[in-house]
């Protein structure tokens, strides 16, 4: 099974600061990576998939990069609504895995 | 627009059934993979199970292989998930989550998810 390990677990900003989210996978998953985003009470959202690409209606200060083993979601200018938790998965390999998360909650 | 509503949650003993459903609609729903994720209370989450467009095509993850069964049933555009020998560790949040396409396991539409407590 791929580990995934996000980091840090809690990042601490301000809104209009840089959000740099890290996600290490303990194997290869090529550019297989999708990040989403979880408020409290709701569903997850799908922001990037197969490491850079937005998804529908994603705003373009998500960015992803990465391949291979090491991952970033960065968040060019946090706005208020951006304060919630990230997830990683890999879709590289079976069984398919979720990383930890990281809380991105204002300073 | 897509819309996906998942139903059959509660509160069951450890060793017990539950059946939860999810009613698709808004795309053609035999055209795409399906998935159940889970998340147990202030936990992560986690990839449960999957089945291609057709059905003909099942994966589990390994906690719940032999005991959970995925099926769906596209004249009704209804996702299920059959849950026998529940523990403790399987209660959680579930959601049934759309793939984005072409069998790429990646979750583009997820439900609100339904609540299932295994508990004595």
């Known amino acids: 099974e791929i580990v995934l390990t996000q980091s840090p677990a809690t990042l601490s900003l301000s809104p209009g600061e840089r959000a740099t989210l890290s996600c290490r996978a303990s194997?290869?998953?090529?550019?297989?990576l999708a990040w989403y985003q979880q408020k409290p009470g709701q569903a997850p959202r799908l922001l990037i998939y197969?490491?850079?690409n937005r998804a529908t209606g994603i705003p373009a200060r998500f960015s992803g990069s990465g391949s291979g083993t090491d991952f970033t979601l960065t968040i060019s200018s946090l706005e208020p609504e951006d304060f919630a938790i990230y997830y990683c998965?890999?879709?590289?390999?079976?069984?398919?895995?979720f990383g930890g998360g990281t809380k991105v909650e204002i300073k | 627009e897509v819309q996906l509503l998942e139903s059959g949650g509660g509160l069951v003993q450890p060793g017990g059934s539950l059946r939860l459903s999810c009613a698709a609609s808004?795309?053609?729903?035999?055209?795409?993979?399906m998935s159940w994720v889970r998340q147990a209370p202030g936990k992560g989450l986690e990839w449960v199970s999957g089945?291609?467009?057709?059905?003909?095509?099942?994966y589990y993850a390994d906690s719940v292989k032999g005991r959970f069964t995925i099926s769906r049933d596209n004249s009704k555009n209804m996702l299920y998930l059959q849950m026998n020998s529940l523990r403790a560790e399987d209660t959680a949040v579930y959601y049934c989550?759309?793939?984005?396409?072409?069998?790429?396991?990646?979750?583009?539409?997820w439900g609100q998810g339904t609540l299932v407590t295994v508990s004595s």
């Open positions: 989550a759309k793939d984005l396409g072409g069998g790429w396991y990646i979750f583009d539409y």
């Open positions: 808004g795309f053609t729903f035999t055209s795409y993979d």
């Open positions: 089945i291609s467009g057709s059905g003909a095509t099942t």
């Open positions: 194997q290869s998953v090529s550019s297989y």
């Open positions: 197969d490491a850079s």
């Open positions: 998965q890999q879709r590289r390999n079976w069984p398919l895995t």
